[in-house]
């Protein structure tokens, strides 16, 4: 069952270990078949040199395991309540790389200090509030994905596919895994950049609205220009 798509979340996974995104196993990938409305996931706790497409977790989106014989990652419930509610998406990566885990750890989003950030993310990436006592002693993990959620009430999950859990660390997303973990990859250097700019500026200024929306668009927008048709 979902060959193919077991393969790409297999490969994703190891591509996180690829790019220094993970150690150990600190991380984990998803991708999700909008048809059957199953979601592959990495095992718990699986070195990413051990994975192999078997070895991959089916589930639908109640939390069911449909195929596999191993534990899904414990972050499950929180991709698939992100699968639930941003219905166009079809990859999760979930990291705990260095740069973005800081800004998440000091409960800060990242300000847009530049084109290359302005390229792939429409204004600061955004950092949820802490969960609550009751949130974390009861269905953390869903509740993690709630808290994502909610902080996206009023922004496009489709122009902003990235967000850091507060004291937790970095959740990207994309059209299937392989985008997901790119957008995984970029976050992290954005986050090592607008760190480094601040300690360099001594402020948070962003960059300014129309060269935001210059660089966003020119890849995004309805008239994009950027790379081959």
């Given at each position: 069952m979902l060959s193919k798509l077991k393969k790409e979340v297999m490969l994703a996974n190891q591509e996180l270990q690829a790019k220094n995104l993970v150690i150990y196993t600190w991380g984990n990938v998803s991708a999700i078949d909008r048809q059957r409305s199953l979601v592959v996931i990495k095992p718990s706790g699986v070195a990413y040199e051990d994975l192999t497409p078997e070895k991959m977790v089916v589930l639908d989106l109640d939390g069911r395991i449909v195929e596999g014989d191993l534990r899904p990652s414990s972050d499950t419930p929180t991709h698939l309540?992100?699968?639930?509610?941003?219905?166009?998406?079809?990859g999760i990566v979930h990291t705990h790389s260095t740069w973005a885990t800081v800004w998440a750890q000091a409960g800060r989003g990242?300000?847009?200090r530049g084109t290359t950030h302005a390229d792939y993310f429409y204004g600061e990436i955004p950092c949820t509030r802490p969960l609550k006592p009751a949130e974390v002693e009861e269905s953390y993990e869903l509740n993690t994905g709630k808290v994502i959620v909610e902080r996206f009430s009023d922004l496009n999950y489709q122009q902003m596919p990235a967000v850091?859990?507060?004291?937790?660390?970095?959740?990207?997303?994309?059209?299937?895994?392989?985008?997901?973990v790119y957008n995984s990859v970029v976050l992290e250097q954005v986050a090592q950049m607008a760190y480094l700019t601040k300690q360099l500026s001594g402020n948070d200024r962003p960059v300014?609205?129309?060269?935001?929306?210059?660089?966003?668009?020119?890849?995004?927008?309805?008239?994009a220009y950027y790379g081959q048709k």
């Amino acid at each position: 069952m979902l060959s193919k798509l077991k393969k790409e979340v297999m490969l994703a996974n190891q591509e996180l270990q690829a790019k220094n995104l993970v150690i150990y196993t600190w991380g984990n990938v998803s991708a999700i078949d909008r048809q059957r409305s199953l979601v592959v996931i990495k095992p718990s706790g699986v070195a990413y040199e051990d994975l192999t497409p078997e070895k991959m977790v089916v589930l639908d989106l109640d939390g069911r395991i449909v195929e596999g014989d191993l534990r899904p990652s414990s972050d499950t419930p929180t991709h698939l309540e992100l699968y639930r509610q941003f219905k166009d998406i079809g990859g999760i990566v979930h990291t705990h790389s260095t740069w973005a885990t800081v800004w998440a750890q000091a409960g800060r989003g990242i300000p847009c200090r530049g084109t290359t950030h302005a390229d792939y993310f429409y204004g600061e990436i955004p950092c949820t509030r802490p969960l609550k006592p009751a949130e974390v002693e009861e269905s953390y993990e869903l509740n993690t994905g709630k808290v994502i959620v909610e902080r996206f009430s009023d922004l496009n999950y489709q122009q902003m596919p990235a967000v850091l859990v507060a004291e937790h660390g970095p959740f990207t997303w994309g059209v299937d895994a392989a985008d997901a973990v790119y957008n995984s990859v970029v976050l992290e250097q954005v986050a090592q950049m607008a760190y480094l700019t601040k300690q360099l500026s001594g402020n948070d200024r962003p960059v300014p609205q129309y060269l935001l929306d210059k660089h966003y668009l020119r890849k995004h927008g309805p008239g994009a220009y950027y790379g081959q048709k």
